[in-house]
């Protein structure tokens, strides 16, 4: 109710400047027709359309269930009384306006201003009162879309996990009586990677070093299970925080190892590059696998990739960019691009 107070307290004052400002205008047109005081003219003006406007005010506050075409028709009966009430009061001093009866020429332009007061000022409030409820609506709706979004990102990320799990602890199965020590280490790296993939699904943003971390822990344990097939390397020049979306490198980079590297004969290479433009961050995984048109790989299609086009897409509508480009010296480029203006801080 206190709300509802405040927000019809400013429109009052709203309206009644504009209506003063109205008034002085209209006292000045009468008073070429009837000659006079001035301030005669304004105060029987003021009369007309503070009645009008406050009426008005009064009903839609107290009986907020009438329409608005009653709450106007309520307003406009009561400047007509009160209106010539006060106009008779100011007039009857002269002998023309002795009776009450002798005011129809000032009551019949009494009404036509009020009614053009109505059609200035009271309908315009009511228009900005609508657009203010509309804003409130749309407010109120885009919040509801903010939480519908971030529960299909959550959805999303929780789709986004190591396909390699079981695999790798196969590995760690087999390297334990082979090569305890490259077991150990397997071991190892997979405990950063989980415990890594854990915390960045259940957050919002993550650091681009602890990103790179995690995909340094994924390469690690795969360069363990390929052995001389795969190399790979990190370029990282940005010394500063930045911030992005948890498990957007991740799924490239396994992208890249599993529809490029692993079903090419020899193996190949997987670099990941960061880079710093005015404008963007762009983050690069390249590979020398088999490519997008040799028939054994499926660059493009995973789930993985499927999913972080959805979000970065979600996240920053157009802004935001993924695309695949086949190398001529042989294997996929992975570009990412993300405005660093939509980024947090």
């Known amino acids: 109710m206190n709300e509802t107070l405040k927000h019809h307290g400013k429109d009052s004052i709203r309206s009644l400047i504009l209506t003063s400002l109205f008034c002085m205008v209209i006292a000045f047109v009468t008073q070429s027709i009837w000659p006079s005081s001035y301030m005669e003219h304004l105060l029987i003006s003021i009369g007309y359309g503070y009645s009008a406007v406050g009426t008005s005010h009064l009903v839609a506050l107290f009986i907020p269930s009438l329409s608005s075409r009653q709450v106007t028709s309520i307003g406009l009966a009561g400047a007509m009384t009160i209106g010539t009430a006060n106009a008779y009061f100011v007039l009857q001093k002269y002998d023309e306006f002795a009776q009450i009866s002798d005011l129809k020429p000032v009551v019949i332009l009494g009404l036509v201003f009020t009614c053009t007061c109505f059609v200035f000022f009271y309908a315009h409030e ?8 509309a804003e409130i609506a749309k407010r109120k ?10 529960s299909q990102l959550k959805q999303l990320q929780s789709q986004i996990e190591p396909h390699f799990l079981f695999n790798t602890l196969a590995n760690v199965s087999v390297l334990i009586g082979q090569d305890p020590k490259q077991a150990q280490l397997m ?6 990677l ?4 854990l915390k960045s699904s259940r957050q919002e943003y993550s650091s681009l070093q602890t990103e790179l971390e995690m995909v340094d822990a994924y390469l690690a344990i795969q360069q363990i299970r390929l052995g001389n097939r795969l190399s790979y390397s990190i370029d990282n020049p940005i010394r500063q925080e930045v911030n992005l979306p948890p498990l957007v490198i991740q799924p490239l980079v396994e992208n890249a190892i599993q529809h490029g590297i692993e079903p090419k004969v020899d193996g190949g290479s997987v670099h990941i590059s960061v880079q710093q433009s005015d404008c963007d961050l762009i983050i690069e995984v390249a590979d020398s696998g088999v490519g997008m048109n040799s028939g054994l790989g499926q660059a493009g299609h995973g789930v993985g990739l499927q999913n972080t086009r ?6 920053f509508g157009e802004h935001a960019n993924l695309s695949l480009l086949e190398s001529q010296s042989g294997g996929v480029k992975a570009k990412v691009s ?4 939509a980024l947090p801080s």
């Open 338 to 341: 993300i405005p660093l203006n």
């Open 187 to 192: 071991l190892e790296r997979l405990t950063d």
């Open 141 to 150: 709706q885009s919040e509801l879309e903010k939480a519908m979004l971030l």
């Open 126 to 133: 009511q228009r900005l009162i609508a657009q203010k409820e």
């Open 194 to 197: 989980l415990r890594g993939t």
């Open 310 to 315: 959805q979000r970065l897409k979600a996240l």
